[in-house]
C-alpha cells in the first residue's frame, strides 16, 4: 500500500491518542507499545478490568482514566471520557485506537499528514487486519469485512485518526449507544459539512479471537441492534441511515421465516419455501469473486438470523422504555 502525504507535514501537528478497553491484558500493552514517541499524550479509559489493566497502562506511562462503572458502560462513554481528559491540550489530531489492537508502523504520520493537507477531512482511517484470520472462520470474516476501498468513506470504525476541530463541532460520540457509534457521528459530521476518507495504508492490527460459534452470533446480534437503534434515530434523514440493513435483518431473519411457518400450517409443501436461503447463499457467492466467498455467502445468510434477534429486541426495549447494557461477545 501507498504512503499519503509526507512526514514533514504531520510534524506541525501535535497528535494525542485515546485508547480504550477492558480486560486486554497483553494486547493493551502491545497496544500502548505501539504508540509509544509517536504521539504527545496517550490517554488509556478503562471499563472495570480486574486483570491489572490499569497498573500496567501506568507503568507503561499512559494517563489512566477509570470509568464509574455504577454508570451503563459503553465504547462511545469510554471514548467521550478520553476526550474530556485531553480538554486543553491543545492537539489537532486525535488518534482512537481499541486496546486489542495495534497501530501499524508509519499509519499515524501517513494519516496525520493527509489531514494536514486536507482541512475538510474529519477522520482518516486505513485498513484494519485481522491478526489471526487462520486460527477460525469468524476471524476471517473479521478480516474481510475490514477490507474496504480506499477513497471518500460514509463511516469509519473505532479505529481512527480524527480531527480534534470536527470532534468537539458534533460533541463527540453518542454516549448511550451500545454499538454503531462510529457511523452514527460520522453521519453528524458529514450533515456539518465535514468528510472521512479511508486511505490506501495499513492502520492496525486486530485480535478478535472470535472462535465459537456463539461468539460470533453475539457480535451479528449486536449488529442488528445497532442497525435497528440507528435507522429510529436517523432513518427518516435523506441519508436513510442503516434502514436497508435493518430491513433485511428483520425480513430474511424474522418476516419471512414466520411466514413459511404459517404457510406450513396450511401444507408441508410449504417447508420448500426455505430453499429460499441456500438460493440466497449460491446467489451472493456467485456475486462475489474474492477468496473465501462461499464462507461469507452462507455466513452473510446465516447472520440475518441474529442480526433479527439484536433487531426485535431493541424495538421490544424501545418500546417498554428500556436500554440495555453493553453486549460483548467475548
Known amino acids: 500500500m501507498r504512503t499519503v502525504g509526507t512526514a514533514r507535514a504531520a510534524d506541525r501537528s501535535r497528535i494525542d491518542a ?5 480486560n ?26 480486574t486483570d491489572g489493566s490499569v497498573a500496567a497502562a501506568q507503568a507503561a506511562g499512559a494517563e489512566v482514566v477509570a470509568l464509574d462503572m455504577s454508570y451503563p458502560f459503553t ?28 497501530v501499524s508502523p508509519g499509519w499515524i504520520e501517513t494519516a496525520a499528514a493527509y489531514l494536514a493537507g486536507h482541512p475538510g477531512v474529519a477522520a482518516a482511517c486505513g485498513r484494519r487486519r485481522e491478526e489471526h484470520p487462520e486460527h477460525s472462520v469468524y476471524n476471517r470474516l473479521c478480516d474481510r469485512e475490514w477490507d474496504t476501498p480506499a477513497g471518500e468513506a460514509l463511516a469509519c470504525g473505532g479505529d481512527a485518526l480524527m480531527r480534534r476541530a470536527a470532534l468537539d463541532a458534533v460533541d463527540g460520540f453518542r454516549d448511550d449507544l451500545i454499538a454503531g457509534e462510529e457511523p ?12 472521512i476518507r479511508r486511505l490506501d495504508a495499513e492502520m492496525t492490527l486486530h485480535d478478535a479471537r472470535i472462535l465459537r460459534f456463539g461468539q460470533w452470533w453475539r457480535r451479528s446480534r449486536r449488529a442488528g441492534h445497532a442497525f435497528a437503534e440507528g435507522a429510529h434515530l ?12 435493518g430491513r433485511r435483518a428483520l425480513v430474511w431473519g424474522a418476516a419471512l421465516p414466520l411466514a413459511i411457518l404459517l404457510a406450513m400450517l396450511a401444507t408441508p409443501w410449504a417447508g420448500l419455501l ?4 441456500p438460493a440466497q447463499v449460491l446467489r451472493l457467492a456467485l456475486r462475489d469473486h474474492g477468496p473465501g466467498r462461499w464462507e461469507a455467502a452462507l455466513f452473510t445468510v446465516l447472520g440475518k438470523f441474529a442480526e433479527a434477534q439484536g433487531a426485535v429486541e431493541f424495538h421490544l426495549r424501545r418500546l417498554r422504555g428500556q436500554r440495555r447494557g453493553i453486549m460483548e461477545y467475548r
Open 184 to 195: 452514527e457521528m460520522c453521519l453528524r459530521l458529514r450533515r456539518a459539512g465535514w468528510t
Open 274 to 277: 426455505a430453499l429460499i436461503y
Open 18 to 22: 485515546v485508547v480504550i478497553g477492558r
Open 234 to 245: 436517523h432513518g427518516k434523514g435523506p441519508e436513510r441511515h442503516w434502514v436497508a440493513e
Open 75 to 102: 465504547a462511545a462513554r469510554a471514548r467521550n471520557a478520553g476526550l474530556a481528559r485531553l480538554d486543553g491540550g491543545g492537539a489537532d489530531f486525535v488518534q482512537f485506537v481499541d486496546g486489542d489492537c495495534t
Open 24 to 49: 486486554e491484558g497483553a494486547r493493551l500493552i502491545a497496544c500502548l507499545a505501539s504508540l509509544d514517541g509517536r504521539v504527545g499524550r496517550i490517554v488509556y479509559v478503562d471499563s472495570g478490568s
